[in-house]
């Protein structure tokens, strides 16, 4: 079976968002050994700085260069436009397997979706990847999940 991998770029209200989209996208491209045979997709903010002039979408897909498929860049107006657009994609594409690369406090947001979107056709699987980054937003985010 075919996969797919959906990489969790959002980081709403943060100061640091640059720096902190380049940290997920290195910190994913390490795991991957710079490099996936599988589609990618990542997730962006839609009032973030992706595709403005401080941080454009090429410079996030500069960053994935040795992928064999040029990833698919899903910035839309809400996570479930974002999501909703990811599911058309992967059916054309008769994807089944999902793997998903974010935090553990948006895991559950995405596994909402996932009952709401999916049916038990689609294979999700979870990698939490984003925990341990040094701007002060993620760390108060873990903080305060942590509570």
Do not use: W
Not at 75 to 86: E, I, Q, R, T, V
């Amino acid at each position: 079976m075919a996969a797919v991998t959906v990489v969790d770029l959002t980081h709403v209200r943060c100061s640091q968002y640059d720096i902190c989209v380049k940290q997920r996208i290195s910190k994913f491209c390490a795991l991957t050994g710079n490099g996936s045979q599988e589609p990618v997709f990542f997730i962006t903010d839609p009032e973030g700085s992706v595709g403005t002039d401080r941080f454009p979408r090429s410079s996030v897909q500069e960053m994935f260069i040795g992928f064999s498929n040029s990833p698919q860049v899903l910035c839309k107006s809400s996570l479930s436009a974002a999501l909703y657009s990811f599911k058309q994609a992967i059916d054309k594409e008769d994807i089944s397997n999902v793997k998903i690369v974010t935090s553990s406090h948006r895991r559950g947001l995405f596994q909402v979706y996932q009952e709401l979107l999916f049916t038990s056709a689609y294979n999700f699987e979870y990698s939490i990847l984003f925990d341990n980054l040094s701007c002060d937003c993620c760390s108060s985010t873990q903080a305060d999940d942590a509570k």
